[in-house]
């Protein structure tokens, strides 16, 4: 059987699989534009461990997606994807949720 010329990840804490880019093939250098970040709260008080998982790629049909992943941390999280036309229309959405959920409590790790 032919190898796949697509790897693919799954995403943490989620039973679903994404095709990753150059970025993540292990060489250590990041593709400029590309946006993975993860954001934590941790409230001791209120029991509170969540994380908020922002992916921006390329998808199949020569656009870009906003891959969105959150819930408890070491649980598995929701998945949603969301297709944009552009790059730049993909990195200001998760920009504008990052920006989001810091003003709620969540910071980066």
């Known amino acids: 059987m032919a190898e796949n010329p697509v790897p693919y ?13 150059e970025r993540a093939r292990g060489d250590g250098q990041e593709k400029e534009g590309f946006m993975d970040l993860r954001l934590e709260k ?6 509170q461990v969540r994380f908020y998982r922002l992916i921006t790629m390329p998808n199949l049909f020569g656009g870009w997606s906003l891959v969105r992943e959150w819930g408890r941390i070491g649980h598995p999280g929701q998945v949603k994807i969301e297709p944009y036309a552009t790059e730049d229309e993909a990195a200001g959405a998760g920009a504008k949720l990052a920006a989001s959920k810091r003003r709620r409590g969540y910071e980066p790790r």
């Open 9 to 21: 990840r799954t995403i943490p804490h989620a039973w679903t699989f994404c095709p990753i880019t």
């Open 42 to 47: 941790r409230d001791p008080a209120t029991s």
